[in-house]
């Protein structure tokens, strides 16, 4: 499934397009300065782009655009209902890899509200939850379908792939520094703390960078001087 988007006029939705449309080589630094992508590793985004009205993708759809569709051994449907997350952005990298994306501009946007799915698709959605919680860290009892369920869902969807499927996905949380107009924060240092107290909160190690789960860290100022 496939979500249309207007031109983003404020925040992450229109940082991000100005970085994926006109500078995908700030992108490619900032995964590589966390270790994302090797240092001639570059990144093909498949979305969201402008010749497609900014679309962004979930389901099926989103699996295309990672080149991945005819290739999973478990079909998603198996995994996780109709309507799933929509990716900020999805990508290819040079050596074949996916590339999932979720952006923000200021530290609250992390706090995302409990999923509202059906009792049936939440029945579904808790066990698949479960699995990835006790893959991520088998010492967690949190209960990932609360407020942070944003943030827990995009990691279930990396354990599908990376896990259940063996596809070398990497899952990008991107955070935008000095976003003005969001009040967004000004360093690294602020973004990293709040990082460790979400993971603290849903029971995960600080880094989960063995897994293909990376944060990576742009500064707006570099979209606005460019």
């Given at each position: 499934m496939e979500t249309p988007k207007q031109k983003g006029r404020i925040g992450s939705q229109r940082l991000l397009q100005i970085a994926v449309g006109k500078y995908p080589e700030f992108f490619d630094d900032a995964l590589r300065q966390v270790g994302a992508i090797s240092t001639n590793?570059?990144?093909?985004?498949?979305?969201?782009l402008e010749s497609e009205g900014f679309r962004e993708y979930q389901d099926s759809a989103a699996l295309e655009k990672l080149g991945v569709l005819g290739s999973l051994k478990v079909p998603l449907k198996e995994f996780w209902p109709r309507r799933g997350p929509v990716w900020d952005a999805t990508g290819i990298?040079?050596?074949g890899r996916p590339v999932l994306l979720e952006a923000k501009a200021h530290i609250p946007e992390a706090a995302s509200p409990a999923s509202g799915a059906s009792?049936?698709?939440?029945?579904?959605?808790?066990?698949s939850l479960e699995k990835a919680r006790k893959f991520y860290s088998r010492r967690s009892t949190s209960r990932w379908s609360g407020t942070f369920y944003q943030y827990a869902n995009r990691l279930a969807h990396q354990f599908y792939l990376r896990e259940l499927n063996q596809v070398p996905s990497i899952l990008i949380f991107l955070d935008f520094l000095n976003a003005e107009e969001m009040?967004?924060?000004?360093?690294?240092?602020?973004l990293k703390g709040a990082t460790r107290l979400l993971?603290?909160?849903?029971?995960?190690?600080?880094?989960?960078?063995?897994?293909?789960?990376?944060?990576?860290?742009v500064d707006a100022r570099q979209l606005r001087s460019s």
């Open positions: 590793e570059t990144v093909h985004w498949t979305s969201p990298t040079s050596e009792p049936k698709s939440m029945q579904q959605i808790e066990l009040d967004g924060p000004l360093s690294e240092l602020e993971h603290s909160i849903l029971g995960l190690p600080a880094s989960l960078e063995k897994h293909g789960v990376y944060h990576a860290y």
